[in-house]
């Protein structure tokens, strides 16, 4: 079984900075390929970036350049550092693992919410 729990989310302004962790049960984030997603009263669930168990990531045109996502395998924690954010970003940050990045995650955290107003 694997647990997932997220953290790090909170209010800001536009154009500042967060950085999410998603901390995972033990030996999880190297072996799983794990993303995160967000979804909001507004908009259904979207992915937002990807990492899978090699390294490789992959980002949604909408947050390319200013997302960055990463792993701490040590910790068992995947990140997500985001930058210029703006209030289109505002939302409930889950993320979801699986072993195979082609399929839907199998295991989800409970979720961390961002909000991004003035």
């Known amino acids: 079984q694997v647990t997932l729990v997220e953290s790090g989310g909170g209010s800001v302004q536009p154009g500042g900075s967060l950085r999410l962790s998603c901390a995972a049960s033990?030996?999880?984030?190297?072996?799983?390929?794990i993303s995160w997603y967000r979804q909001s009263a507004t908009k259904k669930r979207e992915g937002v970036a990807t990492?899978?168990?090699?390294?490789?990531?992959f980002y949604a045109s909408v947050v390319s350049g200013r997302f960055t996502i990463s792993r701490d395998n040590a910790k068992n924690t995947v990140y997500l550092q985001m930058q210029s954010l703006q209030p289109e970003d505002t939302g409930t940050y889950y993320c979801g693992a699986r072993l195979a990045c082609e399929n839907q995650p199998d295991y989800w955290g409970q979720g961390t919410q961002v909000t991004v107003s003035s």
């Open positions: 033990e030996d999880t984030v190297s072996r799983y390929c």
């Open positions: 990492i899978s168990g090699p390294g490789t990531t």
